[in-house]
């Protein structure tokens, strides 16, 4: 599935080559993100990304997708033993220049660095990790996704007495969730307007409260859940939505000392009054994961069991259908995750 010129299509493309220190995968399973929608919605921040990591260009070929696990058929020039034809793989979703020496691409966001949404996909051999468990590739192509969630989890180290509130239930919200849960802290609670993806929180991933922020505020079931508990801490949001004025929202209402964890993303640009933020004593922290070890710590955590993400699976879709399932993703309609099958049914 190729964007070009703004407009995505199912075509036929030449087959990439690996390089120097690279795999050539046949694609077994890869999932829809929201940063997929983002980079194709946002064209001015691939144009003028000054890393170098991300560029979109109206005039070339650029192949989406970056959530994925694949087989390897094929070695480039100087790889060594650690992933053989066959072996399946998966990678953090850099394809490294030169070793490394050139700086990186981010797979799916730049057309020297083609994603995952395609039959083929070149990875680097130092970001890839051969995976040879029972469990399947759709969990494991997951795993980037649940790695957000761990990343800001571990940088926030909630501690006794604190009360984490996730705020949306959408794929990073549920990752924050899991990550939560995977510690034994509680009472984990969650906002989301959707009562199936408030569920999902709860029965699928250990959130103990729920609330419907159409009729209860988080910050008013935090009060009273501190209150019956005596807990003393503050609160320890993750926003994990990124609609505009949330920010400011969450400052307004937040307690003194309140920690702010935002992993939802801006494209659009927002604003925050600092006078309030001020007087608040607020925390806040913006991006920065997840690191390779919230990416590889994941990733174990999914092969040995302890990790199940397939219940933020609510659809497995061909390769035909992603533009249609990138348009659900745009209006959060759709479910938290859409897995996609490049090459056809894999277990």
């Known amino acids: 599935m190729v964007l070009r010129g703004g407009k995505l299509e199912v075509r036929d493309t030449a087959d990439p080559r690996p390089g120097r220190g690279e795999l050539l995968l046949r694609t077994l399973s890869t999932a829809i993100c929201a940063s997929d929608v983002h980079f194709m919605d946002h064209p001015e921040l691939g144009v003028n990304d000054p890393t170098g990591r991300s560029l ?18 094929e070695l480039g020039p100087d790889c060594s033993d650690q992933c053989a034809l066959g072996t399946r793989v998966t990678a953090m979703p850099v394809r490294l220049v030169d070793g490394g020496a050139g700086g990186m691409r981010i797979i799916g966001q730049h057309p020297e660095a083609q994603g995952s949404f395609g ?39 909630v501690a006794p007495g604190e009360v984490p509130i996730v705020v949306g239930a959408g794929a990073v919200g549920l990752s924050a969730v899991a990550a939560l849960a995977s510690r034994g802290l509680e009472p984990i609670v969650v906002s989301d307007f959707k009562a199936e993806r408030r569920e999902l929180a ?9 609330v419907d922020p159409a009729e209860q505020s988080a910050f008013d079931a935090f009060r009273e859940i501190r209150s019956q508990r005596g807990l003393p801490g503050p609160a320890v949001i993750f926003e994990c939505v990124g609609a505009p004025g949330l920010i400011q ?16 993303g801006w494209y659009t640009g927002d604003t925050l009054d600092i006078t309030t933020a001020t007087r608040q004593g607020v925390t806040i922290q913006f991006g920065g994961g997840p690191h390779p070890q919230d990416w ?5 955590a999914i092969v040995s069991g302890r990790l199940d993400p397939l219940p933020s699976v609510g659809k497995v879709i061909t390769l035909d259908e992603v533009p249609d399932a990138l348009d659900l993703a745009r209006r959060s309609d759709g479910p938290p995750r859409i897995v996609v099958h490049p090459n056809g049914a894999v277990k």
Do not use: M
């Open 56 to 73: 979109y260009d109206a005039d070339r070929d650029v192949v989406l997708g970056h959530e994925f696990v694949g087989e390897v058929i």
């Open 119 to 157: 039959e083929l996909l070149v990875v680097s051999e130092a970001a890839a990790k051969p995976v040879d468990s029972e469990i399947s590739s759709d969990a494991i192509a997951l795993t980037d996704a649940f790695a957000v969630g761990e990343f800001y989890v571990r940088s926030a180290a």
């Open 202 to 210: 709860r029965n699928g991933f250990g959130a103990h409260v729920v």
């Open 249 to 264: 929202r969450l400052v307004e209402d937040a307690e003194f000392g309140t920690r702010i964890y935002c992993a939802g």
């Open 296 to 300: 590889y710590g994941t990733l174990e």
